[in-house]
């Protein structure tokens, strides 16, 4: 029998605040849940949260608070539970049956929005990595949502067939997609390498999810790119030229946006992905400074950078949106080095582009170097190697004179792998 879904899912939002928690970042989390839920074309209608030093181990609840939220799913015509804290099988299983609705958790919401965002071979091929490895401990009593025709939110991905087969095919499947994603990342290190090698300066933009880094992109590269005021918009690396001075030996990569509590099996698929930022000169680190969470939205990103193991490299923090701040707020800048500006503002990028090239070239070799005419062939190459600023020929001496920037390669190559 088709089950039709006629509107969005209802949902009802339930969260545990436990001591990992502090009051302000669990009410951020708490109300980042409800456009996560709308992103995933759900709708909030109930939020009911319970403060307790951990979860409870059957049912992450406390056993009132679960007879409360079971009333409110039949008074309320729940179609579907999600929790803030991640659960286990055993929770997950304890709860459908005490709720008689589907029940998901935070992790399985995010993996879901990447499955309805993934676009390239390599996004969706992440995508059902990390919800492969989510849902193989959770296969048993699975069956009944994955096999509900309509779809809705945390049935998406995979799909029935393949979640319904034995443990044994699901490994399979997994070692089979790790296989081809392992030789679309050489693929990608091999095209990182030809520009690097190539004397192009590679510039990374990170940020929390909807900072404005794709707009960020559009602008600077002028190029067209796909951007939206929604979360996770962008999943797959983007490389584009990025001219700075009349000179185009500059690439700018957006990069998927982080969240708090990135799932850790978001972060495993993704590792290739992710590693884009390994082989960057300079981060923009994009802060949306209208965001009443900035705060922890900053730190929540520099963590994640240096827990993949890239603190080392330089980064200016792009204050954004300032168009969109509340009548009398005001930008909190933290971070130095910094930039404040709104991206739809032409003047405001062009003080962006000073400032990396600033920035660049502080990081860059300065070579003053003449060629005698008999080695004039060296000329050819050197030009390719360095960002010309000076090059003459002087008559008395018959020597070749270039002035210019190179890469400063070696060091960050060495310090990346």
Not at 40 to 51: C, H, L, N, P, Y
Not at 308 to 322: D, E, F, S
């Amino acid at each position: 029998m088709i089950d039709l879904q006629v509107g969005p899912e209802r949902v009802l939002v339930m969260a545990v605040q436990t001591e990992q928690y502090s009051p302000e970042q669990f009410q951020v989390i708490l109300d980042e849940m409800t456009s996560l839920t709308e992103t995933a074309g759900g709708q909030v209608i109930e939020v009911v949260t319970q403060k307790l030093p951990k979860l409870d181990g059957r049912t992450a609840v406390g056993s009132g608070k679960l007879e409360d939220i079971a009333a409110l799913v039949e008074a309320r015509e729940i179609d579907l539970v999600i929790s803030l804290n991640a659960l286990t099988p055993s929770m997950n299983r304890q709860l459908e049956a005490s709720l008689k609705v589907q029940v998901i958790d935070r992790v399985q919401l995010i993996l879901d929005i990447f499955a309805m965002r993934a676009r390239s071979r390599e996004g969706k091929l992440q995508v059902a990595l990390a919800q492969y490895n989510y849902l193989l401990p959770r296969l048993y009593g699975q069956g009944k949502h994955l096999s509900r025709q309509g779809g809705g939110i945390g049935t998406r991905g995979p799909g029935e067939t393949k979640l319904e087969s034995d443990r044994r095919h699901i490994r399979s499947v997994i070692h089979h997609v790790k296989e081809e994603l392992a030789d679309i990342a050489a693929h990608r290190e091999r095209t990182r390498s030809r520009r690097a090698q190539g004397g192009h300066w590679q510039v990374g933009l990170v940020g929390y999810t909807n900072a404005g880094k794709s707009t960020l992109l559009t602008q600077l590269t002028q190029s067209e790119t796909y951007v939206q005021d929604q979360l996770f918009a962008t999943l797959d690396p983007l490389t584009r030229r990025m001219p700075l001075k009349g000179e185009d030996r500059f690439t700018l990569t957006d990069t998927v946006g982080f969240i708090e509590e990135l799932p850790t099996e978001l972060i495993h698929a993704f590792k290739s992905t992710l590693e884009e930022i390994g082989g960057m000169d300079l981060l923009l680190h994009v802060v949306d400074a209208s965001d009443p969470a900035q705060t922890l939205h900053e730190q929540t990103v520099l963590r994640i950078i240096k827990e993949l193991g890239y603190g080392h490299l330089p980064v200016l923090t792009v204050y954004n949106k300032i168009d969109c701040l509340a009548p009398g707020q005001s930008v909190q800048a933290t971070a130095f080095p910094s930039i404040t500006i709104s991206a739809y503002e032409p003047s405001h990028i062009d003080r962006l582009k000073q400032e990396i090239w600033k920035l660049l070239m502080a990081d860059a070799d300065w070579v003053d170097q003449r060629i005698p005419a008999h080695e004039a062939y060296k000329v050819a190459g050197m030009r390719q190697e360095l960002l010309v600023t000076k090059f003459d020929y002087d008559e008395n001496t018959g020597d070749y004179h270039l002035q210019g920037y190179r890469r400063r390669q070696q060091d960050r190559e060495e310090e990346t792998h």
